[in-house]
Each structure stands twice: as C-alpha cells, then as structure tokens.
C-alpha cells in the first residue's frame, strides 16, 4: 500500500513563499507520475500541476512561473516551491500519484495523501 504525507503548510502573508513536501513510501517517486492538487473553501479539487517519471513537468496557468515541482527519488520526496503567492491560493494541497503518463484529472492518479493547508493572507 503507497502512503504519501504532505508537509509544509501553513499561514504565510502575500507575496512570501512555501515549499511543500510529499514524502512516498515505498520507491514510487522515481517510477510514476506525481501530482499536486489543491481544493479551497467552497471549491472543487483542481490541478496544480506535475512531473512525470521521465522529468516532464506541467503546470496550470494560475500557478505558472510561480510554483515549481520537483523531486528527489533519492528520499522518495517529491516537492513544491511556491513563491509569490495570493491569497486566492489559499487551500488544502494534495499529493498525489498516479502511473504512466498522467493527466491534469484527479482520476488519472490512484493514491493520495491527506492533504496539508495553505493559507494566504492579504
């Protein structure tokens, strides 16, 4: 059974930075597609943005040339820097994984962690 765990939320003002963590059991970082996604109050779960297993990365436009994944198949830990953030990114933010070449879906990834909250204030 993969168990991935987030870390790294937390209260931040505008325009500073976090780095999220999601760190994997078992040595699935290297080998699948990695995932993250965020649902704010009120609002449905929505792509972030991915690294695929080759390296290729993808990111939603709201998040573009703010946000950077990356990972570490070393410690089997997969990141997200944000930098710049708004207050409209503030939300639970999951990790996720998923095999092959995965989608901006929640559906096209089959594990999940439990989500850690970001909150932005103005």
């Known amino acids: 059974q993969v168990q991935l765990v987030e870390s790294g939320g937390g209260l931040v003002q505008a325009g500073g930075s976090l780095r999220l963590s999601c760190a994997a059991s078992g040595r699935i970082v290297s080998s699948s597609a990695m995932g993250w996604f965020r649902q704010g109050p009120g609002k449905e779960r929505e792509f972030v943005a991915y690294?695929?297993?080759?390296?290729?990365?993808y990111y939603s436009d709201s998040v573009k040339g703010r946000f950077t994944i990356s990972r570490d198949n070393a410690k089997n830990t997969v990141y997200l820097q944000m930098n710049s953030l708004k207050p409209e990114d503030t939300a639970v933010y999951y990790c996720?994984?998923?095999?092959?070449?995965?989608?901006?879906?929640?559906?096209?990834?089959?594990?999940w962690g439990q989500g850690t909250q970001v909150t932005v204030s103005s």
């Open positions: 996720a994984s998923g095999r092959g070449r995965t989608g901006v879906r929640a559906r096209d990834y089959e594990y």
């Open positions: 690294v695929w297993s080759g390296g290729d990365t």
